[in-house]
């Protein structure tokens, strides 16, 4: 039980697939106009997460491994169907966002229209091909533990979207005006820097040439108190300032 909690809770923080892996931007960008729809968007990510990563786990466990057809024949012990993994996982993926947009359609018309294109292109998305990847690549001993990595994989991408889209409704309440949205593709590394800061961890060496000061030392730059939301807007000013 220590082990899955433990995936559990680095797949929501440490490895969170907008934060870590900047996996899924495209939506996470472009449906992060209203917390409603973002929720929306979350929910249905965390289903199509929920049902492909273990289909795609048993997949890859009793079909694509070495050795994996061994217990249909022992003949087939040597047979490696490795190859196929993207072709799979991908079909498995599309089926279920098919049945996930039947189901949204069907009974929340209104949050079908408002996700439009993107509510399909879930089977593009490269947080849940990746969450996939991830899964194969670390070998996660037991379907428990899979079922756990999809769930903090889910939140963590449901708490980023719906967080940014919260922001943008307080930014748009406060001033009047959203206009930063229409740059927050220049600064949602900044983004993304920030929240690591305010989830705890440290160790993050972000000095670069286009980012020449580390985000402990940049949010400590200020005399207001320090939260998220001050984090969030020093660092966009940072970001848009360098355009």
């Not at 990510?45 to 289909?55: A, G, R, S």
């Not at 194969?136 to 037991?142: H, P, S």
């Not at 449901?158 to 959203?178: C, F, P, Q, W």
């Amino acid at each position: 039980m220590e082990q899955i909690a433990n995936i559990f809770v680095k797949s929501i923080f440490t490895e969170n697939m907008i934060f870590a892996y900047f996996l899924g931007m495209c939506s996470y960008l472009a449906v992060s106009k209203t917390v409603k729809t973002a929720s929306g968007l979350g929910l249905a990510v965390i289903f199509v997460l929920l049902i492909t990563l273990p289909v795609n786990y048993l997949l890859d466990r009793y079909v694509l491994s070495p050795g994996a057809l061994a217990w249909i024949n022992p003949q087939w012990a040597e047979v490696d169907l490795g190859f196929l993994s993207f072709i799979l996982f991908i079909a498995v993926i599309a089926a279920m966002v098919q049945l996930v947009e039947m189901v949204v359609e069907k009974f929340a018309p209104a949050l079908y229209n408002n996700l439009g294109i993107f509510l399909p292109l879930i089977a593009v998305n490269c947080a849940i091909l990746g969450a996939s990847l991830f899964m194969q690549e670390r070998e996660y001993g037991n379907i428990l533990e899979v079922f756990s990595y999809a769930l903090g994989s889910g939140i963590g991408w449901y708490l980023a979207i719906v967080s940014i889209a919260a922001r943008e409704k307080l930014s748009y309440s406060n001033s009047g005006t959203h206009a930063w949205a229409g740059h927050c593709f220049h600064h949602y590394r900044a983004y993304g820097y920030c929240l690591y800061e305010f989830y705890g961890i440290t160790n993050l060496n972000t000095t670069n040439d286009h980012f020449p000061i580390s985000v402990p030392d940049f949010c400590r730059h200020t005399d207001r108190n320090p939260g998220p939301g001050c984090c969030f807007d020093l660092c966009k000013s940072q970001a848009d300032t360098r355009g």
